[in-house]
């Protein structure tokens, strides 16, 4: 079955150092998207992205944060300068449709980002 | 402003038994409706899902769950809990005029399964 992947699984940085989270999206799908979960709270909506552009983004993500798709296989959250409010885990998710369309986003297991 | 409210933190209950979760959502429009489970290490599993139509839907591992306009619910329920159903449940609400995937998360609930 296909399936997200993402990497590192586990990233441990330096207050103000720059972080890249990758994402492998199911082949056909078309949206893309990045949650993230801080210890014990909600999965919160990042980002999302469609037709190499983002579609919507939450005030969460602010100039700090910025998405890519370098080729046509990867997708990938950068985040500056990381700051301790940053550590969480971070899902990656891909859908054939926008949920609009009725459409399933699949969730990566997350890459968990601890700043320190 | 959209919410979903689980007011089950955590819920144990003994294998066989069974099981519902609570799920109640704030939205103002027909949302779409969603439950994701996810065990230690894993990522987010879809379960199930409604759109429109039949307000029972199944899903996968014998789960299904009920939408309840009135009530503003979704709970989620299986009649036989299973050791292999101990896991985070969450609940999520998804807007229907939107394109963009931006699903709205509940606090999730996590269940103990006791042999």
């Known amino acids: 079955e296909p399936e997200v992947t993402q990497t590192p699984s586990h990233q441990v940085t330096q207050m103000g150092q720059e972080v890249i989270l990758r994402c492998v999206p199911i082949s056909n799908h078309l949206y893309f998207y990045w949650y993230r979960q801080i210890l014990g709270q909600k999965v919160e909506f990042l980002v999302s992205?469609?037709?190499?552009?983002?579609?919507?983004k939450s005030e969460i993500f602010d100039d700090q944060f910025s998405v890519e798709r370098p080729d046509g296989s990867n997708f990938t959250l950068k985040i500056r300068s990381t700051k301790l409010e940053d550590s969480a885990m971070y899902f990656c998710?891909?859908?054939?449709?926008?949920?609009?369309?009725?459409?399933?986003?699949?969730f990566g297991e997350g890459s968990r980002l601890t700043v320190l | 402003a959209q919410s979903v409210t689980q007011p089950d933190i955590h819920i144990t209950v003994s294998e066989g038994a069974s099981l519902e979760l609570r799920c109640n959502y704030s939205?103002?429009?027909?949302?779409?409706l969603f439950w994701y489970v996810q065990s230690p290490g894993q990522g987010l599993q879809l379960l199930l899902k409604y759109f429109s139509g039949d307000t029972l839907v199944q899903g996968i591992k014998g789960f299904e769950a009920e939408f309840k306009r009135s009530q503003s619910s979704f709970n989620l329920r299986k009649p036989s809990v299973h050791w292999s159903d101990a896991a985070e449940y969450f609940c999520?609400?998804?807007?229907?005029?939107?394109?963009?995937?931006?699903?709205?998360f509940g606090q999730g609930t996590t269940l103990q399964v006791k042999p």
């Open positions: 992205f469609y037709n190499n552009e983002i579609s919507e």
């Open positions: 999520a609400v998804g807007e229907m005029s939107s394109n963009t995937g931006k699903l709205i």
């Open positions: 939205y103002g429009a027909t949302p779409y």
């Open positions: 998710a891909s859908s054939a449709t926008g949920t609009g369309k009725a459409g399933e986003l699949f």
